[in-house]
């Protein structure tokens, strides 16, 4: 294994799993969790913070109930429920 420091200081992954159609269980895919990424994406670019902050997907993050999830780094902060009026505020929390 190769470890060295990641080139950027902040990340953000959002959850856009997909769970089956019929699933009991709700998913962060049908909620939005792609379209929200993709923007959190843009918005990093738009703000030139795409060096300073990476946007990942993610998998399931445990949090499925609660609406579109995503976990941000430093800080391990696990988000709920996003919805797109967050996104401002998720960047300059991790952007410092
Ligand atoms: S599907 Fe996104 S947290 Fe479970």
């Known amino acids: 294994m190769l470890k060295f420091p990641a080139p950027f200081p902040a990340s953000v992954f959002v959850c856009t ?12 895919a049908d909620r939005g969790g792609a379209e929200l990424r993709d923007e ?5 670019k738009d703000q030139g913070l ?4 990476k946007i990942f997907t ?3 993050l445990g949090a499925c109930e609660q609406g579109v ?7 391990n902060q696990l988000m709920l429920g996003i ?3 967050d996104l401002q505020k998720i960047l300059d929390e991790v952007a410092g």
């Open 17 to 28: 799993h997909k769970r089956p159609d019929g699933s009991p269980k709700p998913c962060c």
């Open 40 to 44: 959190l994406k843009q918005m990093s």
């Open 50 to 53: 795409e060096t300073r902050v």
């Open 58 to 60: 993610s998998g399931c």
């Open 69 to 75: 999830t995503a976990v941000s780094f430093p800080g």
């Open 83 to 85: 919805k797109r009026e």
